[in-house]
Structures are given as structure tokens and as C-alpha cells.
């Protein structure tokens, strides 16, 4: 029952002003803003709180539901965080670098609706490098859990990989 509490906690906050929902609404006050107005770390707490507490609570989830130790779900929210980041630096690439039928929906979108992104912010090249630190990153923190870590990990590669669309243009 613990657990489970400490589950349906987690997953309250991730919604919440500073999870979910506190993310969208800087997403949108961001929109239009210039580099010059909008920071590398605004555009960092948009997607930590819109796409990496979700992941976060949802490993975390898993590995207390699971009986981890507290320093395990540690380890499991620093890679969710980082998946969370790598996952949203990479669908910013994505949306510059590939085509419409690649993506499954509009390519260029943010441009279009002159969203802040990390290729806006850093260049193109700056966030590929900034994705590919954030996989690094994420994979060295399940290096306790061995072979036990290898689904998360695939899950890692694909995020960075899709289609070879990331790093390879």
C-alpha cells in the first residue's frame, strides 16, 4: 500500500503547475519570443516539466513498484530525466532535419509556429551533440543495474537513433 501511495503521489505532481501543465503554459508563453528572450534554460524547464516528469514518474513507477531501493528509483528518475530531454532535443531536430512522410506529421511545425527550440537556441549542430550527451548521461546512470538495464537501454538508442535521422544529417 506504500508503494502505491508513493506511486499515485508521483504521478499527481508530474500533471500538476509543476509538472505537466506548468510546461505547456511556459511552452506557450514562449512561442514567438526571440533567442534573445527565451533561454536555453527556459526551454530546459519547459521540457523537463512537459515531457521528462512524465517519463521520470513513469520509470520511477515501475522500479518502486518493482521493490527497488530508493537509490535505484534515484538512479531510474535520472535516466528518465535525461530520456525526457534527449527525447524532446531529438523531435527538435527532427522536425527541421526530416520530412513530413519520415515523421508522421508536419515537418517544420515549429518553425511555422515560431516555437523556442533547441536547434533555434544552440544551432543544429549544438543540439546534436546536446542529445547525444543527454543518452550518455542517462545510459551511465543505470550502469548499476547491469544486463537488468538492457530494455531502457534499447529505449535510449532508439530515442537518439530514429531513423538514423539525428545524427547522421
Known amino acids: 500500500p506504500e508503494r502505491v501511495l508513493d506511486v499515485i503521489v508521483r504521478l499527481g505532481k508530474?500533471?500538476?503547475?509543476?509538472?505537466?501543465a506548468g510546461g505547456q503554459v511556459m511552452d506557450l508563453e514562449c512561442e514567438g519570443k526571440s533567442p534573445d528572450e527565451v533561454t536555453l534554460?527556459?526551454?530546459k524547464w519547459i521540457h523537463?516539466?512537459?515531457?521528462?516528469?512524465?517519463?521520470?514518474?513513469?520509470?520511477?513507477s515501475g522500479a518502486i513498484l518493482g521493490g527497488a531501493t530508493p537509490e535505484?528509483?534515484?538512479?531510474?528518475e535520472k535516466f528518465a530525466l535525461n530520456i525526457g530531454l534527449a527525447f524532446q532535443v531529438a523531435d527538435d531536430i527532427l522536425d527541421v532535419t526530416a520530412s513530413t512522410e519520415?515523421?508522421?506529421?508536419?515537418a517544420g511545425k515549429d518553425e511555422d509556429t515560431d516555437k523556442t527550440t533547441y536547434p533555434k537556441l544552440m544551432g543544429l549542430d549544438g543540439a546534436k551533440a546536446e542529445a547525444k550527451r543527454l543518452i550518455?548521461?542517462?545510459?551511465?546512470?543505470l550502469e548499476p543495474f547491469g544486463e537488468r538495464?538492457?530494455?531502457?537501454?534499447?529505449?535510449a538508442d532508439y530515442i537518439i537513433d530514429r531513423k538514423k535521422l539525428i545524427l547522421s544529417k
Not at 14 to 20: A, F, I, Q, R, Y
Open 102 to 106: 519520415d515523421l508522421g506529421k508536419t
Open 14 to 20: 508530474s500533471v500538476g503547475p509543476k509538472g505537466l
Open 72 to 76: 535505484e528509483v534515484k538512479a531510474c
Open 149 to 155: 538495464a538492457a530494455p531502457l537501454l534499447a529505449i
Open 48 to 60: 523537463v516539466h512537459k515531457t521528462a516528469t512524465l517519463l521520470q514518474v513513469a520509470v520511477a
Open 136 to 141: 550518455e548521461e542517462a545510459k551511465a546512470s
Open 41 to 43: 534554460d527556459d526551454l
